[in-house]
């Protein structure tokens, strides 16, 4: 199987790249996109056949958990609970863009997306077409890197193609993300908030927020 490429061209063109990714991810394809840091491989965190797919194409370990992408504030209220009120401050002041937080999960999300921690990290994504995507289907994706697990994270389709071509079904071009950083991740599951990987957004714009 070699995988499938299509180059983001604006226009009504869009509107069907829409409808063919959107089926993609409902039949169960493990699929490439876009995000405002790197290239993302998703599939719907629901269908546990393509969630372990993730696993076997990154070649991740079982115990590290999945990152899911929203775009909205009601998808988070899905797929989490206990979400403490600093998590809205947080939503307001950075969302969309590239802050991952981790929150509770409810009983929706599988054990192997949280990879087995009950918790769950999202993120409201600034990057049209995946949002788009997401509001289409009415559902979270997941949005790991699209690399494997150890290798540099892809900031191009090419370097996509490079490490995954003919292990997932189709590639979302969308030409270069220009990201030098990941996400910044922080933990909102207990009362001592911590940044567990400082990325796009540097620790001193959160300061005011975790203290």
Same mark, same amino acid.
């Not at 965190?45 to 009601?74: C, G, H």
């Given at each position: 199987?070699?995988?499938?490429?299509?180059?983001?061209?604006?226009?009504?063109?869009? %509107?069907?790249?829409?409808?063919?990714?959107?089926?993609?991810?409902?039949?169960?394809?493990?699929?490439?996109?876009?995000?405002?840091?790197?290239?993302?491989?998703?599939?719907?965190?629901?269908?546990?056949?393509?969630? @372990? #797919?993730?696993?076997?194409?990154?070649?991740?370990?079982?115990?590290?958990?999945?990152?899911?992408?929203?775009?909205?504030?009601? %998808?988070?209220?899905?797929?989490?609970?206990?979400?403490?009120?600093?998590?809205?401050?947080?939503?307001?002041?950075?969302?969309?863009?590239?802050?991952?937080?981790?929150?509770?999960?409810? !009983?929706? +999300?599988?054990?192997?997306?949280?990879?087995?921690?009950? @918790?769950?990290?999202? #993120?409201?994504?600034?990057?049209?077409?995946?949002? %788009?995507?997401?509001?289409?289907?009415?559902?979270?994706?997941?949005?790991?890197?699209?690399?494997?697990?150890?290798?540099?994270?892809?900031?191009?389709?090419?370097?996509?193609?490079? %490490?995954?071509?003919? !292990?997932?079904?189709?590639?979302?071009?969308?030409?270069?993300?220009?990201?030098?950083?990941?996400?910044? +991740?922080?933990?909102?599951?207990?009362?001592?908030? #911590?940044?567990? #990987?400082?990325?796009?957004?540097?620790?001193? =714009?959160? =300061?005011?927020?975790?203290?």
């Amino acid at each position: 199987m070699l995988t499938r490429t299509i180059r983001l061209k604006g226009g009504l063109e869009e %509107q069907k790249v829409l409808e063919i990714t959107a089926t993609e991810i409902l039949k169960g394809s493990v699929i490439s996109l876009p995000t405002e840091t790197f290239y993302a491989l998703a599939a719907d965190p629901f269908d546990l056949d393509a969630v @372990n #797919r993730i696993f076997q194409i990154k070649r991740r370990p079982d115990w590290k958990p999945l990152l899911l992408l929203v775009e909205s504030i009601d %998808q988070v209220r899905m797929i989490t609970k206990n979400i403490p009120s600093v998590f809205f401050d947080l939503a307001e002041a950075f969302w969309p863009g590239p802050l991952t937080m981790i929150l509770p999960a409810t !009983k929706k +999300v599988p054990s192997r997306v949280t990879g087995g921690t009950g @918790n769950v990290g999202i #993120r409201l994504l600034d990057q049209t077409f995946t949002r %788009q995507l997401i509001r289409k289907i009415r559902l979270p994706i997941i949005g790991t890197s699209a690399n494997l697990s150890g290798c540099p994270p892809c900031s191009r389709a090419d370097d996509v193609l490079a %490490q995954l071509n003919g !292990k997932i079904e189709l590639l979302i071009d969308s030409g270069n993300t220009e990201a030098s950083e990941p996400s910044t +991740v922080i933990d909102l599951t207990s009362s001592s908030i #911590r940044i567990l #990987r400082e990325g796009a957004i540097p620790k001193e =714009h959160l =300061h005011k927020y975790l203290s």
